[in-house]
């Protein structure tokens, strides 16, 4: 069974940065696409990026193009999600996700506030 655990998540002040982690164990890491999700108060879950296998291409929410960076580290099996540029909508608890086999991290608060 696979494990995900995110980390990072925190208050920041809009305009700033946050960068987030996802440690992973139990499967084979460096085969598979990795996606971010989060999960606004009142709102259904959405995808925020994804990362093939070998970090060679990603995908972004429109809203989050040219503000986030999603990569991976495969020797040590962890994904990161680099948040620029952010604005009070991007509030959220963000969940790390492996589609191939259904595991979801517990998932890391991001509060935008001044």
């Known amino acids: 069974q696979g494990q995900l655990v995110e980390s990072g998540g925190d208050l920041v002040q809009p305009g700033g940065s946050l960068r987030l982690s996802c440690a992973t164990s139990g499967f084979i890491f460096s085969m598979y696409t990795m996606n971010w999700y989060r999960q606004a108060p009142g709102k259904e879950r959405e995808l925020v990026a994804g990362i093939t296998s070998t970090g060679f291409r990603s995908y972004y929410l429109e809203s989050a193009r040219n503000r986030f960076t999603i990569s991976r580290e495969n020797a040590k099996n962890t994904v990161y999600l680099q948040l620029d540029q952010v604005t009070p909508e991007d509030t959220g608890v963000y969940f790390c996700?492996?589609?191939?086999?259904?595991?979801w991290g517990q998932g890391t608060q991001v509060t935008v506030s001044s």
């Open positions: 996700h492996s589609a191939r086999f259904g595991y």
